[in-house]
């Protein structure tokens, strides 16, 4: 249990469909992240938050729409996904991003396929 | 442009060192980290560097020497749960971590 909660672990969906990846941690921390793991590749950072603002959006496309309520939840939306968006889809938080020693914490992930 | 390379794939024996090594090349330096990920597991933290040297907790040990952009993370008395994936990062100067694309370490009995 790393204190942060992340729904569905698993999600198959269509390229047409519209679904919710849901993210939450008990820590306190004031910043939350998306990445995105694919099979022998770095982790991609897609998106910030620090203190409910959004401080980075690595290029993401568009069909990735995160959205940060609180400083405790993080939700990403996906809508007309590809198949190459197949992945593990990483939530993680930190007591703020600006901090040489913060330590990053990691939900169990979202396995997605896209078919 | 920035990079962090790691081995892809180690082999080691139980009870035996494993020495996994990581090198980087980034714009600026704000500490370097090492997390585990077990299969389909979260990536959980085990080590910081942020100084020359080596860093000591309990069967692990990391390493940073930043004139040369390397680290390692040394693996003592290695047990089969130490099969797992292991993942180097650097903070730059923008405080963005920068990942390596990980160490799987296969460890046999």
């Known amino acids: 249990e790393t204190g942060v909660t992340q729904t569905p672990r698993h999600l198959v969906m269509g390229m047409t469909n519209k679904k919710s990846l849901k993210c939450e941690q008990h820590?306190?921390?004031?910043?939350m992240y998306w990445y995105k793991q694919s099979a022998k590749k770095p982790l991609e950072l897609m998106f910030v938050?620090?203190?409910?603002?959004?401080?980075e959006n690595n290029s993401v496309p568009s069909r990735f729409s995160p959205e940060c309520p609180n400083s405790s939840h993080l939700f990403l939306h996906l809508h007309t996904l590809q198949p190459e968006d197949s992945a593990l889809y990483l939530c993680?938080?930190?007591?703020?991003?600006?901090?040489?020693?913060?330590?990053?914490?990691f939900g169990e992930g979202s396995w997605l396929t896209v078919v | 442009g920035q990079n962090i390379d790691q081995p892809t794939e180690m082999t080691a024996t139980e009870g035996a060192i494993v020495q996994i090594n990581c090198t980087y090349q980034?714009?600026?330096?704000?500490?370097l980290f090492w997390y585990q990920q077990h299969a389909g597991e979260a990536p959980t933290f085990l080590s910081y560097?942020?100084l020359d040297g080596l860093e000591e907790k309990g069967r692990f040990s990391s390493f940073l020497s930043r004139s040369k952009g390397y680290s390692y993370l040394l693996l003592k008395e290695l047990q089969m749960k130490d099969s797992a994936s292991y993942l180097c990062?650097?903070?730059?100067?923008?405080?963005?971590?920068?990942w390596g694309a990980g160490t799987k370490l296969i460890i046999k009995p």
């Open positions: 938050y620090n203190f409910k603002e959004q401080t």
């Open positions: 993680a938080s930190s007591q703020e991003t600006a901090d040489s020693g913060n330590t990053i914490y």
């Open positions: 820590l306190g921390h004031n910043a």
């Open positions: 560097n942020v």
């Open positions: 980034t714009s600026g330096f704000n500490g």
């Open positions: 990062a650097v903070k730059d100067s923008n405080y963005q971590l920068i």
